[in-house]
């Protein structure tokens, strides 16, 4: 049974960081990644990065968020920047069991973590 606990979000100004974590136990994940889901919106895809290291990111968080992945841990990361109101959300850790260098659709998704609260004040 593979499990996903994530760790950081919570309040900052527009223009300020955040740090999302999570780990995984239970099995080995071919791509991680994290989706959000603002209210009133669809759970929309975020970043995610396959084993390998191969990454793909929405257009609306480039050079803003990063993703990282320490798979010694079975780890993710996502470093977020330069913050916006809209980026407010819930963000949730995804995980999937294949490898999926493209678009991760949140219907190919195997697990999934709590989710954490991601709210930015303008």
């Known amino acids: 049974q593979v499990h996903l606990v994530e760790s950081g979000g919570g309040l900052v100004q527009a223009g300020g960081s955040l740090r999302l974590s999570c780990a995984a136990s239970?099995?080995?994940?071919?791509?991680m990644g994290w989706f959000r889901q603002a209210p009133g919106k669809e759970r929309e895809s975020v970043t995610t990065i396959t084993w390998s290291g191969t990454i793909s990111t929405a257009a609306s968080v480039k050079g803003r968020f990063t993703i990282s992945r320490d798979n010694a841990k079975n780890t993710v990361y996502l470093q977020m920047s330069s913050l916006r109101p809209e980026d407010t959300a819930i963000y949730y850790c995804?995980?999937?069991?294949?490898?999926?260098?493209?678009?991760?659709?949140?219907?190919?998704?195997?697990?999934w973590g709590q989710g954490t609260q991601v709210t930015v004040s303008s």
């Open positions: 239970g099995g080995t994940l071919g791509t």
């Open positions: 995804a995980a999937a069991r294949s490898s999926y260098s493209g678009y991760l659709s949140s219907r190919l998704i195997d697990h």
